[in-house]
């Protein structure tokens, strides 16, 4: 498969370079930076080793149309999308927190809960909850956000504290993710899918803060579809979703959560394909639209011809 494991471009005034778990990010003369969706997979904020095909490609087109569709709500990165890969967008200063926001009880924080914790963030829990069960109000659970390892749980309080975000700063992200996580589930319904937990990440550039990075990707969001939800929390099963906890099982199954010491397991040709075939299913779902399969060639060089005219364009501005 012509998959994107990594790049490594040479662009027009080119200033820096970044590889991040998913996305090689170069910066554009201090200005703009070029992100490019690889098919590269990470879980436990561990990189796994076999891209996916097409992964990237979802998660960028994914991602620019939800952009494009909370751009009413705050001003948003993106300059351009030259490639299916590609999003081209302003540089912004980023917060160094991820917001992650839960409308239901799944994932890390039902394993939170599962342990006996009732509070998580900062937030206390009520007694008696199920997992994938709704929460009584959605709950905002940020992290740090890690250039490497592990991202950790912060509560509010200590990021404000630690002044890693200041108060007014913080409490409008606050906002705007309430206001984005409910955009999102009321365009997620119209699918039949839910959003269950999502995380967003903003900067700021001349003192306006901009929503940057993904959103609403498989990698960054749970769904489960609502066809079967209640049935299937009645009877205690597990719910049908549409996110990367499947590939987060696999690995609980064969002994990888990203501790020390711990092996990889195997990644199979039938494993890859079952991936990438629910990274589609998403983009599918989601978004309503089929999934357009690339053109046979080259994917680098059918990204560097298409980022080069987009930046020639936006460099003669």
């Not at 917001?99 to 009520?126: D, F």
């Not at 912060?154 to 984005?180: F, M, P, T």
């Not at 549409?242 to 990203?258: A, D, M, P």
């Amino acid at each position: 498969m012509n998959t994107i494991k990594e790049t490594n471009f040479k662009f027009e005034r080119q200033t820096a370079f970044y590889r991040g778990k998913v996305r090689d990010v170069y910066t554009i003369a201090d200005e703009y930076l070029v992100m490019i969706a690889s098919d590269r997979l990470s879980a436990f904020d561990v990189v796994l080793p076999r891209p996916i095909p097409y992964k990237g490609q979802v998660l960028n087109q994914i991602a620019s149309k939800f952009l494009k569709a909370t751009a009413d709500i705050l001003p948003n990165w993106v300059v351009s999308v030259p490639d299916p890969n590609v999003t081209i967008g302003m540089r912004c200063e980023p917060f160094k927190v991820e917001m992650v926001i839960r409308g239901y009880l799944s994932g890390h924080a039902w394993r939170t809960y599962k342990e006996g914790k009732r509070e998580l963030c900062g937030v206390t829990l009520p007694e008696g909850l199920k997992e994938n069960g709704k929460l009584p109000q959605p709950i905002i659970t940020p992290s740090t956000k890690a250039d490497i390892g592990h991202d950790e749980d912060i509560s509010k309080e200590d990021i404000i504290a630690r002044g890693i975000v200041g108060q007014a700063d913080y409490e409008q992200l606050e906002n705007y993710a309430h206001a984005l996580f409910q955009r999102g589930t009321a365009i997620a319904q119209q699918q039949g899918l839910i959003l269950v937990d999502t995380k967003y990440e903003f900067g700021k550039r001349d003192e306006q803060i901009y929503l940057m990075d993904e959103i609403h990707t498989p990698d960054s969001s749970r769904y489960f579809y609502v066809d079967g939800y209640e049935e299937r929390q009645q009877r205690g099963e597990p719910q049908k979703q549409l996110s990367k906890e499947f590939v987060r099982q696999w690995l609980i199954e064969n002994g990888f959560q990203g501790k020390a010491g711990q092996q990889i397991p195997e990644m199979t040709d039938n494993i890859v394909q079952s991936i990438s075939e629910r990274y589609i299913e998403l983009f599918e779902h989601i978004t309503g639209e089929k999934f357009v399969f690339p053109q046979e060639g080259s994917t680098t060089e059918r990204i560097a011809k298409n980022v080069n005219q987009a930046l020639t364009t936006l460099l003669d501005r």
